[in-house]
Nanobody
Framework: QVQLVESGGGLVQAGGSLILSCAPS???????????MGWFRQAPGKEREFVAG????????YYADFAKGRFTISSDNAKNTVYLQMNSLESEDTAVYYC?????????????????????WGQGTQVTVSS
């Protein structure tokens, strides 16, 4: 069973930056290869929402409107690690952030934005932005 582990969350002031990381843990690290990955978030009292997604090749990247220009998704395939660089953070960005991956390629932007498309999920990392 593949387990994903997120890291990098924490408390930051508005206008600050954070880099979230996500990688498979344990004995799956060397054998697991994802072909699509995404970041989602869930704020208290709100539904989970799509943040960003990308293909393994990096050719295709997709962002929610609120993330465009501020967040960047990237990956280090040699390390099986996915990153989410978040800049100009706002209090509205406070949420638990989850990474998700799939071992199949996605063919459309809407697939990346749909949580049910992904097979593996991390436990989440808390991001708190103070105003």
């Amino acid at each position: 069973q593949v387990q994903l582990v997120e890291s990098g969350g924490g408390l930051v002031q508005a206008g600050g930056s954070l880099i979230l990381s996500c990688a498979p843990s344990g004995d799956t690290f060397d054998t697991f290869s994802f072909y699509a990955m995404g970041w989602f978030r869930q704020a208290p009292g709100k539904e989970r929402e799509f943040v960003a997604g990308m293909s393994r090749t990096g050719i295709s990247t997709y962002y929610a409107d609120f993330a465009k220009g501020r967040f960047t998704i990237s990956s280090d395939n040699a390390k099986n690690t996915v990153y989410l660089q978040m800049n100009s953070l706002e209090s509205e960005d406070t949420a638990v952030y989850y990474c998700a991956t799939s071992t199949t390629y996605f063919s459309s932007p809407s697939t990346y934005a749909t949580g049910q498309s992904y097979k593996y999920w991390g436990q989440g990392t808390q991001v708190t932005v103070s105003s």
